[in-house]
């Protein structure tokens, strides 16, 4: 049976996947093929909005997966969850900014939004499956 908790696994499978797309998106633009190149971001773009519409669904049945780990793991996750959520509210306006530079084939303005939107949007998705991993597979909260 299909759980709320499984969106989880989801959302994080969605989340690598998104990841894919950007680098292979970046791959192919360095290569000069701008068609692969669009093709893959929109890809890219159409994931994470599914991942978002998944998110939501979550958080808002669920609420946060506890962190059940103690020490020097747990500043290091905590710390990086702060910085993976300001990412994720920086590409909330960027990601569209990039995407309507690009529709509108204003491909300077594009590149100076890109050059700030595809590290973040890399960040955020590569931090958020290591939020994932370790918060539900590796140190899980376990009640007592
Ligand atoms: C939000 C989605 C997108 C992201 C994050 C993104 C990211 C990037 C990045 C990182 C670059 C390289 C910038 C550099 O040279 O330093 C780039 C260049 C470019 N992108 Fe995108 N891109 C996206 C969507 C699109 C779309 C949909 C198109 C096509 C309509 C497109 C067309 C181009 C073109 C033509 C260039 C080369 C511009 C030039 O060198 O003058 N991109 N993009």
Redo the contacts with the bound molecule.
Sequence with gaps: MFEIQDITHLNAALNALSVFF?LL??YF??AGN??K??LC??T??VISAFFLVGYVTYKLNSGFAKFGGDGTIRIFYFSLLIIHVFGAIAIVP???L??Y???T?N??K??R???W???I?VFVGISGVVVYVMAVHLYPHVPI
Aim: positive net charge; glycine residues 4%.
């Design positions: 950007l998106g970046y633009i360095r701008q068609e190149h669009k971001m929109l890219a773009v960027l990601v569209p990039t995407l530079r690009a529709l084939s491909f300077e594009h590149k939004f890109a050059r939107t595809w590290p949007w």
